[in-house]
């Protein structure tokens, strides 16, 4: 059985702004303010990501370069010959958490969850940068219009996949909370639509309030003539 979940590929942001091991904490911070972004990966030379710089890290090394007493301003070390010592290879968080293009959003927001990070570098099978994808980006798919999600359990669930006509089923969605209302015609059926409409993108929650016409997943009986689809809530 196959997600409906929008992939990593259809969500991610393909032209990242990068930094390389030696970019100074200033040119770094610019940066971020420049392009409104929380966070930049930083690569080699080949574009493979080895590691990330986030505006929690410029402001923990903040924080540990101000002295007692210091104000808000930003107080950059230096070394002996005076070039500035902070740079994204002391700042970046490593190594860095990745995502690949045909992941789902599901598992997306596992990875995520999973090493508490807020966006996710993007990779090809050799390792190299091809995208970035934020939490932002999947909780865009739950923005998606209530029509569209119906259409695409109708057509897409019901119609398509499962074979049950429109006529069958009546699909009603409200915020992104589906019910369904209507006959299926096996009862081993309903778990199968529930869980197809839930790996809709922007679907909240599912409610079956539907019948069946014939219980498959009971003891071989002799068919009863005239016997009526019996409902499961």
């Known amino acids: 059985m196959t997600s409906n979940h929008r992939l990593v590929a259809d969500l991610m942001t393909p032209d990242v702004i990068t930094v390389r091991d030696d970019t ?4 770094i911070a610019g940066l971020l303010a420049e ?10 030379d080949e574009n493979r990501p080895t590691g990330v710089v986030s505006e929690a890290d410029l402001l923990r090394r903040e924080a540990d370069l101000l002295g007692p007493g210091e104000g808000s301003h930003i107080r950059v070390a230096r070394s002996d010959d ?11 968080t490593a190594p860095p958490v990745t995502a690949q293009p045909q992941w789902d959003v599901v598992e997306a927001a596992r990875v995520m969850e999973r090493h508490h990070v807020k966006r996710l570098p993007v990779v090809d ?4 940068l091809v995208g970035i994808v934020s939490r932002a980006d999947l909780l865009r ?11 695409e359990i109708a057509g897409d669930v019901l119609a398509r996949t499962l074979d049950i006509p429109t006529t069958d089923v009546t699909v009603h969605v409200v915020d992104g909370e ?3 209302t209507g006959t299926v015609p096996r009862r081993s059926v309903l778990p199968v639509v529930a869980g197809l ?4 993108d922007g679907v909240v929650d599912v409610s079956c309030h539907l019948a069946y016409r014939v219980d498959d997943t009971a003891d071989p009986k002799p068919a009863v003539s005239g016997a009526e689809p019996r409902e499961v809530r």
């Open 125 to 128: 099978g050799a390792g190299r």
């Open 35 to 44: 392009y409104g972004i929380t966070a930049v990966p930083v690569v080699d």
């Open 82 to 92: 005076g070039t500035a010592s902070c740079v994204a290879k002391a700042l970046m």
């Open 178 to 180: 589906v019910t369904l």
């Open 197 to 200: 409409c839930r790996g809709v």
């Open 24 to 27: 100074t904490f200033k040119e």
């Open 141 to 151: 798919v739950f923005l998606r219009q209530d029509h569209a999600i119906r259409e």
